[in-house]
Structures are given as C-alpha cells and as structure tokens.
C-alpha cells in the first residue's frame, strides 16, 4: 500500500511540476537534495523559497508528506514553523522538522536541538536538546558540534559525552576562521574537565596515517 502511495505521489509531483511552468516569472525547477542541504547549511533555504515566488509550494509539500523526503520534510516544516509560503501553523511545522531528523537528517537535528537550547518555538530544554545535537554532531555537522560543546561546558548532558564532544571538534575541518578559534576555545575548556587519557584517545580515534 505505502509502495502504491509513493507512486501515486510520483505522479503527482510530475504533475505538479508541469503545472508550475505556466507561471509568469518562468519554471522554477523543484530543487535538489544537494541544492536544499547546501541552503540548510548557509540557512538559505526560506529566502530561497520567497525569492522563487513561492512557485513549488505543492511539490514541496508532496515529497514532504506523501514521499517523505527528509531534506523536504524539513524545508516544509520550517515554512510551516515561520509561515513563509503557507499559512503558519508552528505545531506541524515541528512535526515535519521531527519526521527529517527521524530520518537522520542533519539540518533538522541540528534546529531541533538548537531550538530545545534556546527555546525557540518550544519550551527550552537544554537537556532534551543534547540527543539531538549529539546526533548531528556524528553527523559531521559543524554547528551542532560547537552547540553541544557548549553546552557540555554549561554543565548539561553528561561528562560521558566529553570524549565524542573534543574528538569531533579535535577531527573538525573548516574554512571559518571564527569557527576554527572557537573549536580551538571549546576543545581547551573540555581539556580542563578530562582525564589526559581521554583526551588521547579522543585524538587517536578516527585518525588515519
């Protein structure tokens, strides 16, 4: 059944995507995975949406809720959750942005525990936000890595999760001058709370020679 539903969705957004090349500014094309996790990471995404006119809300919200891509699932749940396109509705928005990280994406891990931190659309959990950013952070995800970090210096989580926090920061590569200082920064205040053994095999693990 789920199988006959999927195809049915194909169909639809085929459909969907034709339809939308009528409209007077010219086709958008529905954008790629690849194209929507680069937007996630420069937090584009939502300005992307509006400057394309709002084109291929109908195909978004289709690989949203009937294919259940997680790169859609998650750009549908933020236009819900900041009611860019589509009518706000924060409670659903949240849903899809879970159903994404369900599926392990990233980004929405990521947001979700940033906003657990930070209490941003929901009630502010640092505590509840840690799975989240421990996820992400395995992930390879530069924020969620300095978000955990910082947390675990605030005296959230747990002192078990030290050793992952400093060898993914220790294993981290960027570009980001700040970002490069601030791992630098978080790496010596997790130094201080960690026994030097730890801190060894934190950097021996996933090192290659």
């Given at each position: 059944m789920k199988l006959k539903l999927k195809l049915l969705a194909t169909l639809l957004i085929s459909q969907l995507s034709y339809a939308n090349t009528d409209l007077a500014m010219g086709p958008v094309e529905v954008y790629s995975e690849a194209q929507l996790i680069r937007w996630f990471d420069s937090n584009e995404h939502l300005r992307q949406i509006k400057a394309d006119e709002c084109?291929?809300?109908?195909?978004?919200?289709?690989?949203?809720?009937?294919?259940?891509?997680?790169?859609?699932?998650?750009?549908?749940?933020?236009?819900?959750?900041?009611?860019?396109?589509?009518?706000?509705?924060?409670?659903?928005?949240?849903?899809?942005?879970?159903?994404?990280?369900?599926?392990?994406?990233?980004?929405?891990?990521?947001?979700l525990g940033r906003y657990y931190a930070n209490g941003t659309l929901v009630q502010q959990d640092q505590e509840r936000a840690i799975p989240y950013l421990r996820e992400a952070a395995a992930l390879g995800h530069l924020k969620a890595r300095l978000l955990l970090a910082e947390l675990l210096l605030k005296d959230y989580g747990s002192p078990l999760d030290y050793e992952d926090a400093y060898r993914w920061l220790y294993n981290t590569s960027t570009a980001n001058e700040a970002a490069h200082r601030r791992i630098a920064q978080l790496r010596r205040g997790l130094e201080q709370r960690m026994p030097a053994n730890a801190i060894q095999r934190a950097k021996m693990r996933d090192t290659f020679w």
């Open positions: 084109q291929i809300v109908e195909d978004i919200a289709a690989r949203a809720q009937v294919v259940e891509y997680p790169a859609f699932q998650f750009l549908y749940g933020d236009m819900l959750a900041w009611g860019v396109c589509v009518e706000r509705d924060v409670e659903l928005g949240i849903f899809y942005i879970n159903q994404a990280a369900r599926q392990g994406l990233p980004a929405a891990l990521e947001q």
